[in-house]
């Protein structure tokens, strides 16, 4: 695939999801297929295809001891070792994740390299995918557990507390959320990054792209639909609850630009179990990261090793006892 | 399957985690009865039609605001040609007393905070009116 059509092909595919919705249009069956059947199947898509890749990667064996390490050993106990780095218990395994989960620890050591004038080859950090990626995972997590005011009644009160938090700053009447700014900011950077980079655009997939274009027509419909197209979220919010209580109940004054959010979320779940945002599960069962660093104290057994028939060299001085000490070779058991 | 501890009981978390909603509102058994703003008798017309005020009241009283507030002009024209006075306590307030029964119930419901009442006084409030489910 050439880079102009790895781009072009996953745009063209969200744009036909952002038209889609003009079916609803249609009448009130076709606002229940968009309202209710389309994202029930992608619920159902995104929870069976989550638990079978999970439950497949769980039947994989791990043959070696492979995690990955930039610190010392524990070894001799007057040898100091690095706890985090080269983590070789439980406790120091599940810190280390904990840290690479929620702040991407392994990211902020991102290095280049570059030649200075041509000759001089110059290693620098390189933080500004550690930013952006943090950025914009946060930002997300904040504005689905902000979503949960639609889905609770009464609203779950942590939601309406981030909430509270996310809308310190007001822009004329409406409420004006932080990490609205600051996803469409960093998804910005993270689609220009695969754009702009020839090194970046040259390794980039049109997976990569697709992901991306979709998190960010999501994230703009929904935007424009609270500050521009306004749609009905009295309706939306009985929608909601009426699905969750199994009488799904459509109201026709909902607005379109609901449709296309709901359109646009639906295909991101329902392609998340295909996709590369299985990291968000993966990241637990990396070997290099799950496992401890133990090597020299515990013997790592592979899970695929055929039984080997062996003889020790007890056994052996048994078979041959007599021999050895009559040619006067030295025994361990004289008898 | 390997771990299979750590593995199920990490589906389970996720499945928990995954389907909280349904729980949740079976837990607290709440969401049979969506909110139903009181109307207090007497006054069933608003300034525009009631799909319009349940739809755009914010946008309309944003309106008001700027044009009260910024450009001095306290007459609004409905769509109907007849003339308001801008005011939200003189003209909103007026139909709308009961602030608990009437705003705060969809406010409430699905979570906005309005931060009119950040400036403007909220009036007494008049003896509950029956009706409509909490």
């Known amino acids: 695939m050439n880079n102009a059509v790895k781009i072009l092909y996953p745009l063209a595919a969200v744009t036909i999801l952002v038209l889609l919705p003009l079916l609803t249009l249609l009448g009130p069956s076709a606002e229940f297929v968009f309202a209710v059947i389309i994202p029930c199947l992608a619920l159902a898509a995104f929870f069976s295809g989550f638990i079978y890749r999970v439950v497949r990667w769980a039947q994989s064996p791990v043959p070696f001891n492979i995690p990955s390490v930039g610190g010392q050993e524990k070894s001799l106990p007057w040898i100091k070792d690095d706890k985090i780095e080269s983590p070789g218990n439980n406790w120091a395994v599940t810190w280390r994740m904990f840290l690479e989960i929620f702040f991407f620890r392994s990211l902020f050591r991102n290095s280049r390299a570059d030649l200075v004038a041509g000759q001089r080859l110059v290693y620098g950090g390189s933080r500004w995918l550690w930013l952006g990626g943090l950025a914009f995972h946060w930002s997300l997590f904040i504005i689905i557990f902000r979503h949960l005011r639609f889905f609770t009644e009464p609203v779950f009160p942590p939601a309406t507390w981030l909430t509270n938090l996310d809308s310190l700053f007001q822009f004329s009447l409406a409420t004006l959320f932080l990490t609205d700014f600051i996803i469409l900011i960093s998804l910005t950077y993270l689609f220009f990054r695969r754009v702009v980079s020839p090194q970046v655009k040259y390794i980039s997939l049109a997976s990569d792209y697709l992901a991306l274009l979709l998190i960010l027509g999501v994230v703009i419909s929904g935007v424009l639909m609270r500050s521009i197209f306004k749609v009905d979220v009295d309706a939306v919010k009985r929608l909601a609850i009426s699905m969750i209580t199994f009488k799904p109940a459509v109201d026709s004054n909902i607005g379109l630009p609901f449709y296309i959010h709901l359109m646009l979320v639906s295909t991101l779940i329902a392609y998340f179990p295909f996709s590369k945002m299985m990291h968000a599960p993966g990241i637990l069962f990396s070997p290099t990261r799950n496992m401890k660093n133990d090597s020299r104290a515990v013997r790592h057994i592979n899970p695929w090793n055929h039984p080997v028939r062996v003889h020790t060299y007890e056994e052996y001085e048994d078979e041959f006892r007599k021999p050895m000490m009559a040619a006067g070779i030295p025994v361990e058991k004289k008898q | ?134």
Request: charged fraction near 20%.
């Open chain 2, 1 to 134: 399957m390997f771990d299979k501890g750590k593995v199920l009981g990490g589906l389970a978390i996720f499945l928990c985690l995954g389907t909280f909603p349904l729980w949740y509102i079976a837990a607290q058994g709440k969401a049979a009865y969506p909110p139903d703003p009181v109307i207090y008798p007497g006054s069933e017309q608003c300034v525009e039609s009631t799909e319009y005020m349940s739809k755009y009241h914010m946008q309309l009283l944003q309106q008001w605001r700027d044009q009260a507030v910024r450009q001095g002009d306290r007459v609004y024209i409905a769509s109907d040609n007849k003339t308001y006075d801008i005011s939200l306590t003189g003209t909103c307030l007026k139909c709308h007393p009961n602030k608990a029964e009437f705003c705060d119930r969809c406010h409430t419901y699905n979570d906005v905070s309005p931060n009119c009442y950040n400036c403007h006084n909220i009036p007494p409030q008049p003896a509950e009116v029956l009706g409509g489910t909490k």
